[in-house]
């Protein structure tokens, strides 16, 4: 075994790929943060088309470009591509990281030609996105792109067994390491006052949705929830391309006063925000593969928090929540159940008991811990 000693000595280079915003993901933040922890001169190149009014940001040694969806997808990835080739055509590190499927050619090529290694991170099971349902010639490129470009890589990363055990079935690869999406050790200092923020009755009780807003990620079911309870608001922690359907949904179903949206906070805020909320919420819906082996770092970063959570009774999900006893993993199609389950959290020691759960899960389920496998084979 490779010792974190020997690592800090040689100080290597790595250079981090990602088609999103580096500041708002946490994965590869945190990847980020422990290569250069561990003395890594490390770079990372990311993309945002989703902030508003984001303009390109080079900060120390993390670029985040500007795209664009107004006028065509052609454009977008055309100017993805010419950025990513120009950045790596002159670049010359050690590692790369291709933290996605649609940077992984670009990663796989220069690392081939520049003999460095390649580490893809293959965090979702990209020819079964839940966005790309109905959608089959999309999800044919991407599983194409994914079988020629992911032999090329040294080790290949998942988020979970069952995605470990789907590629290494699909693509005979043995390279494979489970790094969940585990969020870093470091309890909320200053945790949001959301009756003061948004002047509330007191005693109010938060219902925490975080992350991307998209179709099939529980939103609809937490509206649901809000018509029958009374003294719950909604709040919603994140952006994405569904927030003004959302938004217009609140409104036309009359529970816009219910929901509150604050936004996407910076990973250095985000654990003030989650420990503000009172239950933490990942009703995902089965409707993908992806979605079926889901396992989202907002599970782990609720658990961090302090929060009780409850979640769909998807595989990997409720076996994280059962195992350490954190919440309840319930159907999320089955109201009663949802709701008999939120006034189970109403009585104060079984609330206690599950925050005290959280609290001792979180010293296991952290980055801190997690990341050691994948620095160890480096």
């Known amino acids: 075994m490779i010792s974190i000693h020997k690592i800090f000595m040689e100080k290597k280079s790595a ?19 422990s290569l250069t922890a561990t003395g890594w001169k490390v770079s990372a190149l990311g993309f945002d088309w989703i902030s508003p009014n984001f303009k390109t ?53 220069i690392a081939k030609w520049k003999k460095a290694k390649l580490i893809y991170d293959a965090r979702e099971i990209y020819d079964n996105l839940a966005g790309l349902v109905g959608k089959k010639y999309i999800q044919q490129i991407l599983s194409a792109v994914e079988n020629k ?19 290494n079935k699909k693509y005979s690869i043995t390279n494979i390491i489970i790094i969940r999406n585990l969020p870093l050790f470091r309890k909320p200092d200053a945790p949001v006052d959301y009756c003061k923020m948004f002047n509330l009755p007191p005693h109010s009780r938060f219902l925490i949705y975080q992350g991307v807003i998209l179709k099939g990620r529980g939103m609809k079911y937490a509206y649901s929830l809000l018509k029958k309870l009374e003294g719950y608001f909604l709040i919603v ?18 529970i816009a006063e ?26 995902i819906e089965n409707i993908s593969l992806s979605y079926y082996f889901a396992l989202p770092n907002k599970l782990f970063e609720y658990i961090l928090c302090e929060l009780p959570v409850i979640v769909s009774d998807l595989p990997q999900m409720k ?33 206690k008991m599950l925050k005290e759960n959280c609290q001792k899960a979180s010293q296991e389920l952290n980055w801190d811990k997690e990341i050691l496998k994948l620095l160890n084979n480096l």
């Open 15 to 33: 250079y981090i790929l990602f088609l999103g915003n580096i500041k708002y993901d946490s994965r590869c933040y945190n990847l980020y943060n």
């Open 57 to 109: 940001e080079h900060i120390n040694s993390i670029s985040v470009y500007k795209l664009s969806k107004q006028f065509s997808s052609i454009f977008f990835y055309l100017k993805f591509s010419f950025i990513i080739l120009y950045k790596l055509i002159f670049s010359r590190y050690d590692l790369y990281f291709a933290e996605d499927v649609y940077t992984l050619p670009f990663a796989a090529v």
């Open 149 to 167: 470009y992911i032999k090329y890589a040294d080790h290949v990363i998942t988020t979970g067994p069952l995605d470990a055990d789907y590629l």
């Open 237 to 254: 922690i994140g952006d994405g391309e569904y927030k003004d359907y959302y938004q217009k949904l609140a409104a036309d179903e009359g």
């Open 258 to 283: 219910k929901v509150r949206f604050v936004g996407r906070i910076e990973q250095d805020k985000l654990y003030n925000y989650t420990a503000g909320g009172t239950i933490g919420l990942s009703l």
């Open 319 to 351: 076996q994280i929540v059962e195992n350490f006893e954190t919440g309840y993993a319930v159907n999320p199609e089955d109201e009663d159940s949802l709701l008999s389950r939120i006034k189970n959290l109403e009585d104060v020691q079984t609330y």
